[in-house]
């Protein structure tokens, strides 16, 4: 039982690191933005970033260019509760 839930959450974080990684890549494509694609992978991924984005603010780089970090520390604390989970569970299958 332990196994199999430790699979689906590993396999909700897989889909959720292609999900970012899609959304950080359509960001950089201005037109990619107003694709089906594009429209479908923003509607899923900018209400996980939208309260991280209003907690960290992009930094800014260079001349008017800005660094969102929001993707990274979405992922990072994801991969946080995960291990947690899995640190939870492995000591309920311990005992």
Known sequence: MASILMSVLYLLYNALVLLIIAAVVISWLPQARYS???QFVTRLSEPLLEPIRRL???LRVGRGG???LSPLVLLLLAWLVIQLIRYVVVLSVVR
């Open 36 to 38: 089906p694609l594009g």
């Open 56 to 58: 960290i603010k992009p």
């Open 66 to 68: 800005s660094l969102d």
